[in-house]
Each structure stands twice: as C-alpha cells, then as structure tokens.
C-alpha cells in the first residue's frame, strides 16, 4: 500500500489541534488575567465593580451555538461513520444545546431575584 503523506508531515498535522488548544488556553487565561487586574484596580480606586453580564443573551447564544455544531456533527458522523460511538461527537453538544435553549425558554427571566446591589 502506497503511503499519502510522509511521517514528518503525520507529525505536524497531530501537532496542529494540539498547538491551537494551547493557544487558545494561553489566550483566555491573559484574557481573565487581565479582567481580574483591572477589577483588582478599580476596588483600589473606590469605585464598585458592576457585573454586568447578559445571562439570557449568554444562554441563547451557546445553546443555538451547540446545537448547530451538534446536529452539524451528529449528520457528518452518521453519514460517515454510520451509527457508531463516533457519533457522540456530535450528539453530546446537541444534546446540551438543546438543554440550555429549554433553560432559556422556561426560566422564569422575569422573577430574578438579582439585583445590580448584591
């Protein structure tokens, strides 16, 4: 059997996700470095730090997010791979999609308890 690629270039395409990760996890903790050093700084400065995060956007966004790339792997998988345990690739962030985007629809966003002063 004739080999495709040679085994340095196997050696550099098993390094790609495994150098993107690690970036990526280089990238977030400066990002939360940063994020804490400047809340660090405005405590010093007397002013109160807001949380001002938009939770109902957040859960909307991820859940829409996750299904897609779920029912998009789910299909992939299973046209490729037939029914197999490859298919939980997909159908693991599917099904978490699918439970935030009920955790949006049938939380009660109206009844929340906190407030900017806790």
């Not at 470095?33 to 859960?59: C, D, M, V």
């Not at 298919?87 to 693991?92: F, H, K, P, Q, T």
């Not at 099904?95 to 308890?113: A, P, Q, V």
Request: with cysteine.
């Amino acid at each position: 059997m004739e080999q495709i690629t040679s085994p340095a270039a196997q050696v550099i395409f098993a390094l790609i996700p495994i150098v993107g990760i690690t970036i990526g996890g280089v990238v977030i903790f400066f990002a939360l470095l940063w994020a804490h050093h400047e809340r660090k700084q405005r405590i010093a400065s007397g002013e109160k730090p807001k949380l001002n995060y938009n939770f109902k956007a957040a859960t909307l966004l991820i859940g829409l997010l996750l299904t897609g790339i779920g029912a998009m792997l789910s299909l992939f998988f299973a046209l490729f791979a037939g029914i197999s345990p490859t298919l939980l690739g997909g159908l693991i962030p599917f099904t978490i999609g699918i439970c935030l985007l009920l955790f949006y629809r049938l939380y009660d966003w109206k009844n929340e308890s906190r407030t900017a002063d806790n």
